[in-house]
């Protein structure tokens, strides 16, 4: 990670690189039958989570990490890494490792967790059955 701020390495290796352990995405806010159910099939693969965030706003999130990332927890191309990486945290962030709170008001892991969050919120979100 030469380049890196002796701090900010230091950070990075003890935290065990979280940033660069998952891919998070922005997802459209569900709002029909049709989004509920592409939520419901994200959740029932292996490694995803779909959260809401502080502002109200939908992400799903896959956990796998980066091909680049090295057994000390350092970028084996730190120098080269994409802009994303580079713009990780803003300047009015702070990093997974320093900030304790969550990302999220809400956090799916599973398909039940998802199915009880619609119920309390009275949401319809069961397609009708076929007669067989």
Same mark, same amino acid.
């Given at each position: 990670?030469?380049?890196?701020?002796? $701090?900010? @390495? /230091?950070?990075?290796?003890?935290?065990?690189? %979280?940033?660069?352990?998952?891919?998070?995405?922005?997802?459209?806010?569900?709002?029909?039958? /049709? #989004?509920?159910?592409?939520? =419901?099939?994200?959740?029932?693969? @292996?490694?995803?989570? *779909?959260?809401? #965030?502080? #502002?109200?706003?939908? &992400?799903?999130?896959?956990?796998?990490?980066?091909?680049?990332?090295?057994? #000390?927890?350092?970028?084996?191309?730190?120098?080269?890494?994409? /802009? *994303?990486?580079?713009?990780? +945290?803003?300047?009015?962030?702070?990093?997974?490792?320093?900030?304790?709170? +969550?990302?999220? $008001?809400?956090?799916? &892991?599973?398909? @039940?967790?998802? @199915?009880?969050?619609?119920? $309390? %919120?009275?949401?319809?979100? =069961?397609? %009708? /059955?076929? $007669?067989?």
């Amino acid at each position: 990670m030469s380049g890196l701020e002796p $701090k900010r @390495e /230091r950070d990075c290796i003890l935290c065990k690189a %979280k940033c660069c352990r998952h891919v998070a995405t922005g997802i459209d806010t569900p709002t029909c039958k /049709r #989004d509920y159910d592409n939520i =419901r099939w994200y959740l029932m693969h @292996e490694n995803v989570h *779909v959260f809401i #965030d502080m #502002d109200g706003e939908w &992400t799903i999130e896959f956990f796998t990490p980066c091909k680049n990332l090295l057994p #000390d927890n350092t970028c084996a191309i730190y120098s080269e890494r994409p /802009r *994303v990486c580079r713009d990780y +945290p803003a300047a009015d962030e702070m990093c997974e490792y320093e900030d304790d709170e +969550p990302p999220y $008001k809400e956090l799916f &892991t599973t398909v @039940e967790e998802f @199915e009880s969050y619609l119920q $309390k %919120k009275g949401i319809e979100w =069961r397609w %009708k /059955r076929l $007669k067989s």
